[in-house]
Structure formats: C-alpha cells, structure tokens
C-alpha cells in the first residue's frame, strides 16, 4: 500500500532550467514529473496470514519524508546542471481498511492517504518555497494469502490533484494532473529469519490542463530485503527503481506543439539503495527507519532519501 506522490523535485528544476537555456521549448515546464513517491515502502509491505486476521482491520500509518538532491542529470543539456539544490520534506497521514469481503480469492481492502508537503528549490541565484497539502492517493485492494510466509497484492492507485498549484511557480506541492496506478506487490519469508518485500506499479498520467503537457508512463518498484537479529528488530537493505517507458508530450493550440515529443523525450531513470531498520513494539505495532542513495540518474535529480513510518494496526 503506498501514499501518494511525495514530492515532485524534477519539475521544479526544470522550471528553473527553463528560464536560463534556449534550447528547451519555452512552454516544456514540467518534464519527468512523476505521482510515485519512490520508496515509500520497505519492509513488511503486506501483512502475512491474511485470512487469520479480524473481519475489519484498520491500520494507521504515518509517513516522514526527507529529500535532498544537489545535482540534477538532464541529457539534452549534457548531463549535469550546475547550481541546484532541493529539498522537500512531507509528512504522510494513511489510513488502511481491510474488509472481510471476498473479491477473485482474495480479501477486498481499501487505504487513502494525504501529504503535507514543503519544498524548497535553489538554482540560478533563483529560490521558491512552498508548504501546503499536496496530491491525495486513494485505491482498493485485494490480498491474497498464499500461507503463513507469503502474501500477494494487487491495487489501482488513483492520484488526485487535490494540492496548491501554480504554473508561473517554480515550488508546487501538487502535480495538478490525475494518475492512474496498477500495482502488484508480495511480501514473502523465504526462511523464519529472512523478509524479502516488492511492490511494483505502472503510472498513466493524464494531461496537465494549465499548461497542456503530459508526462509519459513509468515503470516503477520499491524493494526490501531483511534479517531478523532479534525478536523485535530486523535489518536489511531497500531501495527503489524507476524508468519512464515513454516520452513527454507538449499539446498546445498551433500544429507546432500539438502532442509533440518533448526534445528527447526526457525519459527519467533512477536507481537507489541504503541500510534500513524495522522494530516491532506492542505486540502487533512497528516502527522502520530506511536511507538511500540514488544512482545511474538520467533526467532527474540526483540525491538522498531519508523515510521513517510507523504503522498501528486495530481490529473492531
């Protein structure tokens, strides 16, 4: 299950990059932008013995965010922008509710979640700032218990531009466009000590009307490895990938910019490892704490991920 989009730190600089280079089309304000939130989950991403659980099963989770990226790697500018920083920190109220109805073999649950975001961009002698909500994630889902070791998920995150947005600012905290997600994901225990969590989705991104710009589609996952070294305490490593599978259009009134591709398409890659931790206290409640560093960027910012969450489960 997965908030919605932290942050969106590649329009930012882009907007930013915009305004100091010719050789991008003046009205390409938002290219790679992504409703992703890439590593917002880690370990334990689904509960195990799924069909032992209450009828109704409410897990409170709570989400801090942290992002700093001091290099951004955009290849129709010949790699790395000089002189930008961002910083974007979010915290992320989400609520889960696992019903006892049966839908395809599985049990039918559902979760939403709604950030609060604030993101600072720096470049060019050039800073904005904004804090306010940001995009709000809704979706139904349906897990599978596939015995005590292993369970599987499948969802459609819908993403709603429910933040503050403005097309003349460098600093949003909404995208201000829909995204339509499929995502499958498992946690399994492959042994009694060893957890091994993937979540993957699939973004549709529909068009940005205030600026007649779509984002292309992207292929994504979030994975988790761990060992338990105690009985409250696992450590392991996690991290996240993301590719953009097709290009960014412009649309606009004259044949010109009509659903043309956007210079190279500004297709976004990334791929991020760190050391994580995850405690279980209370019996059933957990707290985790993961890091990442990002690596082999093109088209994004390059930078760190800091996410703490702590999860409280209720049966009623």
Same mark, same amino acid.
């Given at each position: 299950?997965?908030?919605?989009?932290?942050?969106?730190?590649?329009?930012?600089?882009?907007?930013?990059?915009?305004?100091?280079?010719?050789?991008?089309?003046?009205?390409?304000?938002?290219?790679?932008?992504?409703?992703?939130?890439?590593?917002?989950?880690?370990?334990?991403?689904?509960?195990?013995?799924?069909?032992?659980?209450?009828?109704?099963?409410?897990?409170?989770?709570?989400?801090?965010?942290?992002?700093?990226?001091?290099?951004?790697?955009?290849?129709?500018?010949?790699?790395?922008?000089?002189?930008?920083?961002?910083?974007?920190?979010?915290?992320?109220?989400?609520?889960?509710?696992?019903?006892?109805?049966?839908?395809?073999?599985?049990?039918?649950?559902?979760?939403?979640?709604?950030?609060?975001?604030?993101?600072?961009?720096?470049?060019?002698?050039?800073?904005?700032?904004?804090?306010?909500?940001?995009?709000?994630?809704?979706?139904?889902?349906?897990?599978?218990?596939? =015995?005590?070791?292993?369970?599987? *998920?499948? @969802? %459609?995150?819908? /993403?709603?531009?429910?933040?503050?947005?403005?097309?003349? #600012?460098?600093?949003?905290?909404?995208?201000?466009?829909?995204?339509?997600?499929?995502?499958?994901?498992?946690?399994?225990?492959?042994?009694?000590?060893?957890?091994?969590?993937?979540?993957?989705?699939?973004?549709?991104?529909?068009?940005?009307?205030?600026?007649?710009?779509?984002?292309?589609?992207?292929?994504?996952?979030?994975?988790?490895?761990?060992?338990?070294?105690?009985?409250?305490?696992?450590?392991?490593?996690?991290?996240?990938?993301?590719?953009?599978?097709?290009?960014?259009?412009?649309?606009?009134?004259?044949?010109?910019?009509?659903?043309?591709?956007?210079?190279?398409?500004?297709? =976004?890659?990334?791929?991020?490892? *760190?050391? @994580? %931790?995850?405690? /279980?206290?209370?019996?059933?409640?957990?707290?985790?704490? #993961?890091?990442?560093?990002?690596?082999?960027?093109?088209?994004?910012?390059?930078?760190?991920?800091?996410?703490?969450?702590?999860?409280?489960?209720?049966?009623?």
């Amino acid at each position: 299950m997965n908030p919605s989009r932290v942050s969106s730190p590649l329009r930012l600089a882009i907007s930013l990059v915009l305004l100091s280079s010719v050789c991008l089309s003046a009205q390409a304000t938002e290219s790679g932008v992504d409703n992703i939130g890439p590593g917002t989950d880690g370990f334990f991403m689904l509960p195990l013995d799924v069909n032992s659980l209450a009828d109704n099963m409410v897990a409170l989770n709570l989400y801090y965010n942290f992002y700093k990226a001091r290099k951004l790697n955009i290849s129709s500018l010949g790699g790395k922008v000089p002189g930008v920083e961002i910083t974007s920190e979010a915290v992320i109220p989400r609520l889960d509710y696992l019903t006892p109805l049966r839908l395809a073999g599985g049990r039918l649950g559902f979760y939403a979640a709604q950030p609060w975001l604030k993101q600072r961009v720096q470049a060019y002698g050039l800073e904005d700032e904004r804090e306010s909500m940001g995009d709000t994630t809704v979706a139904p889902i349906i897990l599978w218990d596939m =015995g005590k070791n292993l369970t599987l *998920g499948a @969802a %459609l995150e819908i /993403t709603l531009p429910t933040g503050e947005y403005d097309a003349t #600012r460098l600093a949003n905290t909404s995208n201000n466009f829909y995204t339509y997600k499929p995502l499958f994901s498992f946690t399994w225990l492959p042994t009694e000590r060893t957890e091994l969590s993937l979540k993957t989705t699939y973004s549709f991104n529909e068009e940005n009307h205030d600026t007649d710009y779509r984002s292309g589609q992207i292929f994504h996952f979030d994975y988790s490895a761990s060992y338990k070294v105690t009985d409250n305490l696992n450590l392991g490593l996690n991290g996240y990938y993301l590719k953009q599978t097709t290009d960014d259009k412009q649309y606009g009134k004259t044949v010109q910019f009509n659903g043309q591709d956007v210079n190279d398409g500004v297709r =976004g890659e990334v791929f991020a490892v *760190g050391p @994580a %931790l995850y405690f /279980t206290f209370l019996k059933y409640a957990s707290a985790e704490l #993961r890091w990442a560093k990002e690596f082999d960027v093109e088209n994004r910012p390059e930078g760190q991920m800091l996410w703490a969450k702590v999860t409280i489960p209720y049966a009623f």
